[in-house]
């Protein structure tokens, strides 16, 4: 069975630009999460997805936003880049039913703004 | 409020040796769900364990125990007989089962290295 897929691997861009992640969830999966993990900022949790649905956000400002679509697979937008955006972008699924579910994660995008 | 403190920034251990990574929660809410994951460098979070509030059994997978204890908020994490590929950054992490917010609150990680 195929695990949470991320694309792309890599990416540079610069302050002001704009940036799409994307996502695939393990099939089966409703639900979709995004995580940053920025350097020496740990592993925060920026956005939840389920049945195309936002279901929750954490701290982070409105220009980083995001959308399901009807397979399930996800994307993230981040727009005005600023240099502390550069980070390791991770997207997770779940099965959802009460809560609590196991979390499945994907490699992860490096993203670099210069 | 909700919080995971892992106190151990960075451990060295020598091949076969056994190590323990603590891991302390807070939490108000009776409903909650604790998790290992494994971060090897390549950066992908490996799944490990879960484990909900109300099962405080001891759990053994091969060389990994996790020791699961309420009354000291703790849910601490064993490798035995360590081996190099266990190097790795491991995190707990902690969510909430009634009032589902689908976040899970990491710890700041404790970074292990297994030396040969």
New interface residues.
């Given amino acids: 069975e195929a695990g949470v897929t991320q694309s792309p691997t890599h990416l540079i861009k610069t302050r002001g630009q704009q940036v799409t992640l994307r996502c695939s969830p393990i099939s089966g999966h409703t639900?979709v999460?995004w995580?940053q993990q920025a350097l020496g900022l740990?592993?925060q949790?920026l956005l939840?997805y389920?049945e195309g649905e936002e279901?929750?956000r954490?701290n982070f400002p409105p220009r980083f936003s995001g959308r399901q679509f009807p397979n399930y697979s996800s994307e993230l937008n981040v727009n005005a880049l600023e240099l502390e955006d550069s980070a390791?972008y991770?997207c997770?699924s779940s099965l959802?039913k009460?809560?609590?579910e196991?979390?499945?994660?994907?490699?992860?995008t490096?993203l670099l703004v210069l | 409020a909700q919080k995971v403190t892992q106190a151990q920034t960075e451990i060295s251990v020598v091949e076969k040796e056994d190590v323990t990574l603590d891991c302390v929660y807070e939490t108000r809410d009776t409903?909650?769900?604790l998790?290992w994951?494994k971060q090897p460098p390549?950066?992908?979070?490996?799944?490990l364990i879960?484990r909900?509030s109300f099962d405080e059994q001891n759990e053994i997978s091969g060389r990994y125990s996790w020791n699961f204890q309420k009354s000291t908020s703790s849910f601490n994490f064993t490798i035995t007989a360590s081996q190099v590929v266990d190097s790795a950054v491991y995190?707990c992490?902690l969510?909430?089962?009634?009032s589902?917010?689908?976040?899970?609150?990491?710890?700041?990680?404790t970074t292990l290295q297994v030396k040969p």
């Fill in positions: 639900s999460y995580y740990g592993l949790f939840w389920d279901r929750n954490g390791l991770l997770a959802y009460v809560g609590g196991t979390q499945y994660f994907g490699p992860g490096r | 409903t909650y769900y998790f994951y390549s950066g992908e979070l490996v799944f879960r909900n995190f992490a969510t909430l089962g009634s589902n917010t689908g976040k899970l609150i990491f710890g700041q990680g």
